[in-house]
């Protein structure tokens, strides 16, 4: 598993921005760097723990689906959620400071396999495959592969939270102040 944490300082009370982080769609839909393709909330009532929702997600590394489920529900303190095949857990947090709230958004998700791979232009034949997956160097090269590959794409997901979270702090600050 890999982890983002991140955090924003919003000049809005808890329960604003509670009140906001609650409806998914909405936050999810302020995320430039995807699109959200479906979302459907599964389970009846109110939000809390166990509601679930059906998402798809398209993104530059592809369409991205899941059923996700609250995990955790404290009104105006924190809501987590899951992908219920466990490749995505997010909580988000709230603490007050000073002239508003501390919003912390942690993130444990899983890389998957398939955005890892470069897809080769041509194939070597097979027998040429195994040869090189054989050999200690080929192994030693593809974990280095593998580990860049892995750094990068958490440096864009990095850079890509804060830019979401500036744009969630944006919005309420905006619209709370009317």
């Known amino acids: 598993m890999h982890r983002l944490t991140q955090s924003i300082e919003i000049r809005l009370p808890r329960k604003r921005v509670f009140a906001f982080l609650k409806d998914i769609k909405a936050r999810l839909e ?11 909330k599964i389970t009846d009532g109110a939000i809390g723990i166990g509601t679930r929702f059906k998402i798809a997600l398209l993104s530059d590394y592809g ?7 609250v995990v955790e529900f404290v009104e105006n303190e924190r809501i987590a959620t899951r992908d219920v095949n466990g ?8 603490k007050d400071i000073p002239g508003g709230t501390l919003l912390t958004h942690d993130e444990e998700f899983i890389i998957p396999e398939e955005i890892l791979h470069e897809k080769e232009e041509t194939k070597a034949p097979q027998w040429l495959q195994l ?7 080929s ?20 850079n890509n939270l804060r830019t979401w979270l500036n744009i969630i702090k944006e919005r309420l600050e905006t619209e709370g102040a009317l």
């Open 30 to 40: 302020l995320n430039p760097f995807y699109k959200v393709y479906s979302f459907e």
């Open 63 to 69: 369409m991205s689906k899941y059923e996700s489920e």
């Open 87 to 94: 490749r995505l857990m997010l909580t988000l947090t709230l």
């Open 131 to 137: 040869l090189k997956s054989l050999t200690l160097e």
């Open 139 to 158: 192994i030693k090269f593809d974990d280095r592969k593998r580990r860049k590959k892995i750094e990068e794409i958490t440096r864009n997901l990095r």
